[in-house]
């Protein structure tokens, strides 16, 4: 019964920690994602910018 009780209690603790891993990884991609993508937009927006600078000087 007690070696039964402590099996049950590993598994327990072990899909907890499989929760924990599976959230942890989840939340880094999550976060991963969200600063690529601001990144992304980042550069985007400086290339813009650099752009319409380079334009102005040219015209001038």
Known sequence: YYISLCERGDLHLRGT???LLVTLIQTTIHLLTLSSLSN???NSFFNQCSLVSTNSKDSS
């Open 40 to 42: 992304s937009f980042n």
């Open 17 to 19: 920690c499989e929760n």
